[in-house]
């Protein structure tokens, strides 16, 4: 929840750095800053950090009235990550267990995010993430689940790092993966319009959740995405704001892959900051 003051802190300072994108008067900052603070104040116990920031945005947009402040860092997330994908391909032909590598591959890429840092090094994180077990390792369950599985839904995150769930789903090599995307832009979060550049339609279906919230928040997503994430046999959720959103269901079905990223997320997964992770809820409580 947002009560958690380190989580209100996080989401100043990703304001603060998109306040100074936009080109708005100090006053209006200023008033920003204010509805922030009184959103804060009324919400603080009864909303989620995601659900939050999602709030934040809409007002945000009403004073610069720009509805992708990220849209150029989207594009270039998307296009740094394509000219990487060459690379990747050796590194997986070259690989004794192509379904972990790639695995490694889809969770590094989820440094690219423009709400948590601005100055992530993608490359050094590959090399950290191939080098690295993971801090919760449920892996193997993973791997059992998309065999069995006659349905995944993947529930996808940030521009650029759709490029490495592409090539993650390309190895699962299922007949049946649907791929999630925000409703609208919100930070740098992959809409269809990111599905569409990178190609994902050539490895899944793609629909959108028809929300923006920076995560997957149920009651507020469409009747379609609901459909297809109540029949889903398999669920893989990319990024913190997913987790936060689903964790709380406790759903045997759900398997979160992310870096973790900040200290509040690790206190609660018990694991390092910076560290990667392949968790699923319902195998920490019989591990």
Same mark, same amino acid.
């Not at 920031?53 to 150029?72: E, F, M, S, V």
């Not at 998307?78 to 391909?89: F, H, R, S, Y």
């Not at 090094?121 to 689940?145: C, M, P, V, W, Y």
């Not at 507020?220 to 995405?225: C, G, Y």
């Given at each position: 929840?947002?009560?958690? *003051?380190?989580?209100?802190?996080?989401?100043? =300072?990703?304001? +603060?750095?998109?306040?100074?994108? !936009?080109?708005?008067?100090?006053?209006?900052?200023?008033?920003?800053?204010?509805?922030?603070?009184?959103?804060?104040?009324?919400?603080? !116990?009864?909303?989620?950090?995601?659900?939050?920031?999602?709030?934040?945005?809409?007002?945000?947009?009403?004073?610069?009235?720009?509805?992708?402040?990220? =849209?150029? !860092?989207?594009?270039? /997330?998307?296009?740094?990550? #394509?000219?990487?994908?060459?690379?990747?391909?050796?590194?997986?032909?070259?690989?004794?267990?192509?379904?972990?590598?790639?695995?490694?591959?889809?969770?590094?890429?989820?440094?690219?995010?423009?709400?948590? &840092?601005?100055?992530?090094?993608?490359?050094?994180?590959?090399?950290?993430?191939?080098?690295?077990?993971?801090?919760?390792?449920?892996?193997?369950?993973?791997?059992?689940?998309?065999?069995?599985?006659?349905? $995944?839904?993947?529930?996808?995150?940030?521009?650029?790092?759709?490029?490495?769930?592409?090539?993650?789903?390309?190895? #699962?090599?299922? =007949?049946? $993966?649907?791929?999630?995307?925000?409703?609208?832009?919100?930070?740098?979060?992959?809409?269809? +319009?990111?599905?569409?550049?990178?190609?994902?339609?050539?490895?899944?279906?793609?629909?959108?959740?028809?929300?923006?919230?920076? /995560?997957? $928040? #149920?009651? =507020?997503? &469409?009747?379609?995405?609901? &459909?297809?994430?109540?029949?889903?046999?398999?669920?893989?959720?990319?990024?913190?704001?997913?987790?936060?959103?689903?964790?709380?269901?406790?759903?045997?079905?759900?398997?979160?892959?992310?870096?973790?990223?900040?200290?509040?997320?690790?206190? *609660?997964?018990?694991?390092?900051?910076?560290?990667?992770?392949?968790?699923?809820?319902?195998?920490?409580?019989?591990?």
């Amino acid at each position: 929840m947002i009560s958690d *003051y380190r989580c209100f802190f996080c989401l100043v =300072k990703s304001f +603060e750095k998109l306040l100074e994108k !936009e080109s708005i008067s100090v006053q209006a900052k200023n008033r920003f800053t204010m509805d922030m603070i009184n959103l804060y104040k009324t919400n603080q !116990e009864k909303t989620g950090s995601p659900e939050f920031a999602r709030n934040l945005h809409w007002i945000l947009k009403g004073y610069t009235n720009n509805p992708d402040p990220y =849209k150029a !860092e989207k594009r270039k /997330s998307n296009i740094q990550a #394509l000219k990487m994908l060459p690379e990747m391909g050796d590194i997986l032909r070259q690989s004794k267990d192509p379904f972990i590598t790639a695995l490694k591959l889809a969770i590094a890429g989820n440094v690219i995010d423009y709400a948590a &840092s601005q100055n992530f090094n993608l490359e050094n994180t590959i090399s950290k993430s191939l080098k690295s077990g993971f801090a919760i390792d449920h892996s193997e369950q993973l791997r059992r689940a998309v065999n069995k599985a006659d349905s $995944i839904l993947y529930l996808g995150d940030n521009a650029g790092e759709i490029v490495f769930d592409k090539l993650f789903i390309q190895t #699962l090599n299922h =007949k049946k $993966i649907i791929y999630a995307v925000r409703g609208m832009p919100v930070i740098n979060d992959a809409t269809m +319009e990111d599905a569409d550049y990178i190609g994902m339609k050539d490895v899944a279906k793609v629909i959108s959740n028809g929300y923006d919230a920076p /995560s997957t $928040i #149920l009651d =507020k997503s &469409s009747d379609e995405f609901r &459909s297809y994430f109540y029949s889903a046999s398999l669920i893989i959720a990319k990024g913190q704001g997913n987790l936060e959103g689903l964790v709380d269901f406790n759903d045997k079905r759900i398997f979160f892959l992310l870096m973790v990223k900040c200290n509040v997320m690790a206190e *609660y997964l018990q694991v390092e900051k910076d560290s990667f992770a392949v968790y699923n809820a319902l195998n920490s409580v019989t591990n």
